[in-house]
Nanobody, 115 residues
Framework: QVQLVESGGGLVQAGGSLRLSCAAS????????IGWYRQAPGKQRELVAG???????SYAESVKGRFTISRDNAKNTVYLQMNSLKPEDTAVYYC?????????WGQGTQVTVSS
């Protein structure tokens, strides 16, 4: 059974940083393309960062240069380091395969950036 559990969200002031974690079980993150997604109130869920099995990373234009996706194969965990946070980064953040599989959505972790 595959589980992806997000953690690390919180309340931070604009300009601050957070690191999100996505702990995986049932799949090996080193062998799969994993994405970090977010959904802000009233908006569709969007992909913000992805990492492929070979380590190639990609980012949405809105977060490029501020967010960094990485993984620890030994811990089977994918991270999202978020720096220079802006109020518009406020959302619930999720991890999933990339492309996402509907059955793997977790609870997500709330990130709130105050101005």
């Amino acid at each position: 059974q595959v589980q992806l559990v997000e953690s690390g969200g919180g309340l931070v002031q604009a300009g601050g940083s957070l690191r999100l974690s996505c702990a995986a079980s049932g799949i090996a993150v080193r062998l799969n393309a994993i994405g970090w997604y977010r959904q802000a109130p009233g908006k569709q869920r969007e992909l913000v960062a992805g990492i492929r099995g070979g380590g190639y990373t990609s980012y949405a234009e809105s977060v490029k240069g501020r967010f960094t996706i990485s993984r620890d194969n030994a811990k089977n965990t994918v991270y999202l380091q978020m720096n220079s946070l802006k109020p518009e980064d406020t959302a619930v953040y999720y991890c999933n395969l990339n492309p996402a599989y509907y059955g793997y959505w977790g609870q997500g972790t709330q990130v709130t950036v105050s101005s």
